[in-house]
Structures are given as C-alpha cells and as structure tokens.
Nanobody
Framework: QVQLVESGGGLVQPGGSLRLSCAAS????????MGWYRQAPGKQRELVAA???????NYADSVKGRFTISTDKAKNTVYLQMNSLKPEDTAVYYC????????????????WGQGTQVTVSS
C-alpha cells in the first residue's frame, strides 16, 4: 500500500536551517498535490506549505519568506527547506499527499506520513 515516510527533522538553534524530505511509495498512479502540516502539543494541526502537480504553491503566513516547498516528481518526493527557524516552528511535521492509486474515484485519497519532530531551541 501507499506509504509516506518523512525524514530530516531534528534539534536546531534559532536561525538555523533544516531540510525535510517525504518520499511516497507503493501503488501510486498520480499525485495531485503534496504538502506539509505541523502540530505542536495541545494545538491543532495546521498547513505549513503545499504544492500542486502544476507547481502552484501555498504557504502559511507565518513561514512565508523562510520556508520553501519543492518536489522531485520522478521520485515522488516532496521537500521542505526551512530557514531562519524560530522556536515557534517547533512541532511534529507531517507530510500529506492527495494522490490516486488508479483511474477510479475510489482509488483517490488523502495520505499521511508518520511525522518527524522539529525542535528549535537555544
């Protein structure tokens, strides 16, 4: 089945950078969009950045100018380059994909990775 696996999280100091990766694998027919969400303890999961198959991007206001989302379509992988990190960015980051496993409507769905911890602290 389809799996999304995130990597690249860790502990960094304020102002530092991290690059998150998310590789989708399995019976993937096509990917409509991929994105990154994050969830801090006691808070709701929120959209950080998303990118469509056509290359259109969307960012949360809090990360505009600091984060960049990109994809490697051949590898079904999405990246999140995070620069100028702030303590407020501390959260578990989840990869999301809107993809299809076949032609049918029943073969279209929303998939999530297991999450990777990002901690920004001095």
């Amino acid at each position: 089945q389809v799996q999304l696996v995130e990597s690249g999280g860790g502990l960094v100091q304020p102002g530092g950078s991290l690059r998150l990766s998310c590789a989708a694998s399995g019976s993937i027919f096509s990917i409509n969009a991929m994105g990154w969400y994050r969830q801090a303890p006691g808070k709701q999961r929120e959209l950080v950045a998303a990118i469509t198959s056509g290359g259109s991007t969307n960012y949360a206001d809090s990360v505009k100018g600091r984060f960049t989302i990109s994809t490697d379509k051949a590898k079904n992988t999405v990246y999140l380059q995070m620069n100028s990190l702030k303590p407020e960015d501390t959260a578990v980051y989840y990869c999301n994909a809107d993809l299809a496993t076949g032609w049918g409507l029943a073969e279209r769905g929303d998939y999530w990775g297991q999450g990777t911890q990002v901690t920004v602290s001095s």
